[in-house]
């Protein structure tokens, strides 16, 4: 088998901002998707040769399908999951992982049972210039990694958001969206268990009714430690320290937080912001021109023994003992590919992927911890989380 | 009275810098001076028309002198001030204002049963930029402030240094001396008061052998959330943050760190590097040309419900709903005016000052937490601290 027949279920933004990977990774055939809106999926069945189905259900059953790409809301993956993991597909699954810690841990458990790969990504520990910097600092050339500093500034909360998005039970708000973000950027670079998580958490908008910044301390198993601030609420644009490049790797103009804001002003909130929603699979979809840089997440340094690496959506800035270099990293051929490389690799010749099921458990109890830590003050665990979840998942 | 006699303990870097606001302040005539150096003194003593002292207890047996600037080794604060404020002499004391929780307990007791004025400073939380954003914080105008967001990174553990700054027992280490500033600057924006403190601190070069970096989340009394972030280790200068101006308020080349670490290679710590400490007060010492900027203490942005303020030695970004605006802050008149403007203001008009003891009190207690914290991982208490202190310092 040199080739995996992948199912997509749920044709919306996720499946937009994967699809050049996926497109242009000749270990990849679209086979059939799943997606309530028929439009889409019948764009999809005739743009692939491929089966729009009108159950997940059905698109299990298709014995042709190796593996499925789960895009859909936060609140499905889980029961997704491990629905394909029974019917014997290996699985990619967008994160949040899923809206709970105890969902993670069935997945993990579905997919050790199953004996089949799940895959938690992409996310922005899969970037380019954090895998290079993870390399040097794994190289030892530095020194160890002592301290990782991860800051964001965003308009993540006034963006067009679907109810579901502002309401932490169903795995909205900004800790499971955009702190496993920062989470998986820095367990990449230190590569170490986190053992301790201490947060403040913020919410400050009644208008937009959930969790929207957080600040935190994480802990490492080998005294490393790394701090994550993040606002969604941000009136200051950070990617003003990344060079004026967005998130998803375009260039930016300064300015655009007060936009977005007026963008959604005066709209109610399950009718016309909905309908401002960003761009889904259909009809009238049109890809956009490719992003000329990696997606980042915002300012991040390693603080390694004798260098400081600050790693940009272009390279990495090498602060060392005898001053500075660049290490220019090579422009993306596609957004998202490290994302569709693990799990081609995974699938087709078995390699272990570094964003297993575990991974992606560990990432979403980091940030149960936050909240927790966040509500009570005190430091918290993840693995203990971890093992108490696994622990209800056994027969 | 409408002039202060100030006696000068201690003719070191601390008074270097400070000199060019007590010349400049009408209020103040510099009337005696304490230092091992004779060579200082005498300086002191003829360009001032002032006393030359041999000793503390004679300086504070002057009847003429008001109030005793103490800018001595930090481990001198406590036994100075005590015996200053028990002449009857208001107090200005260097930070840290003392190397120990309990000394600084003494300290407030002692003001506050001599009935005398105790300031702490400079630090960066008189800078004026701080000033006026605590200022317009305060107004209300954007709502209250809910998350500071501070981080510094520079080369304070490899600029030449007496043994005691690499030894935390003697006032030495990042935290006492460096935390003592981004404290006092988050205290100020948020002006409640601190009630949990959850750290890392990390010590990495053994060669420099005390704390060199830390991270911090400070618990304000009303909910709101401060992170601070520091490395004295740093390679990586972020006064490329706030526009390569550096902390004293002068243009700056980008690579020094580099530099830095480079001037003290090879040399043995007592003698060769101490030889090369900051310029002190004396025969050859000429005065630096005015700093064009204000001082600061890197990044600072603080959040609140309608605009993210950014503070920069120039003057405030201000990004609120509608977009953008800049507060110029007219350049100093002279560095750390601030200062000696409390204590005159203090001494002569009887005006309360922000930085009393009280608030000296609280931001080592702060300092003392974020090394306990980073010990046990557990949250701390400051206000616990306080008054455990102070309990002891009762009769």
Redesign the interface.
């Known amino acids: 088998m040199n080739t995996i027949r992948l199912g997509v279920v749920g044709l919306g933004r996720g499946f937009v901002l994967t699809l050049p990977a996926l497109r242009r990774d000749p270990r990849i055939a679209l086979g059939a998707a799943f997606d309530p809106r028929p439009e889409a999926s019948d764009r999809f069945a005739a743009e692939f040769s491929a089966t729009g189905y009108a159950s997940l259900d059905d698109l299990l059953a298709d014995s042709a399908i190796d593996a499925v790409y789960i895009a859909s809301p936060h609140e499905w993956h889980a029961a997704q999951a491990i629905a394909a993991l029974a019917a014997g597909k290996h699985v990619l699954v967008e994160k949040p992982m899923a809206v709970s810690v105890a969902e993670c841990a069935a997945m993990v458990r579905a997919a050790e049972d199953a004996g089949r790969f799940l895959i938690v990504g992409p996310s922005h520990g899969f970037d380019e210039p954090v895998r290079s910097a993870a390399t040097l600092i794994a190289s030892g050339r530095f020194?160890?990694v002592?301290?990782v500093?991860a800051?964001n500034?965003t308009d993540f909360l006034y963006r067009p958001r679907r109810p579901a998005e502002l309401d932490t039970s169903r795995g909205g708000g900004v800790v499971y969206s955009q702190a496993a973000h920062q989470v998986d950027v820095v367990r990449r670079l230190v590569g170490q268990p986190v053992t301790?998580v201490?947060?403040?958490v913020?919410s400050?908008?009644a208008a937009r009714g959930c969790e929207g910044?957080y600040?935190?301390?994480l802990?490492f198993a080998d005294g490393?430690?790394?701090?994550l601030?993040y606002?969604g609420?941000?009136?200051?644009?950070s990617d003003e320290?990344v060079g004026w490049i967005s998130e998803l790797g375009y260039p930016k103009q300064?300015?655009r937080?007060?936009a977005t804001?007026e963008a959604i002003a005066g709209l109610d909130r399950a009718g016309q912001e909905a309908a401002k929603l960003g761009r889904t699979f259909g009809p009238r979809f049109a890809e956009d021109p490719p992003a000329p840089h990696h997606e980042h997440f915002g300012l991040i340094?390693a603080?390694c023994?004798?260098?400081?690496l600050?790693i940009l959506p272009t390279g990495i800035?090498i602060?060392?003992?005898?001053?500075?270099d660049w290490l220019a990293v090579d422009p993306p051929a596609a957004p998202r590919a490290a994302v569709i490389d693990e799990l081609a690799k995974a699938v087709l010749d078995s390699a272990p992927p570094v964003h297993g099921g575990r991974w992606g458990l560990e990432t979403v109890a980091c940030c149960a911890a936050i909240l927790e830590s966040g509500r009570s003050?005190?430091?918290v665990d993840p693995q203990t989380i971890i093992s108490n979840a696994l622990e209800q998942t056994t027969p």
């Open positions: 020194g160890r002592r301290m500093t800051l500034f301790g201490r947060a403040f913020g400050w908008d910044a600040q935190a301390l802990d490393s430690g790394a701090s601030t606002s609420y941000a009136h200051y644009d320290l300064p300015g937080h007060a804001r340094i603080s023994e004798r260098a400081d600050k800035e602060h060392g003992d005898e001053g500075t003050g005190a430091a």
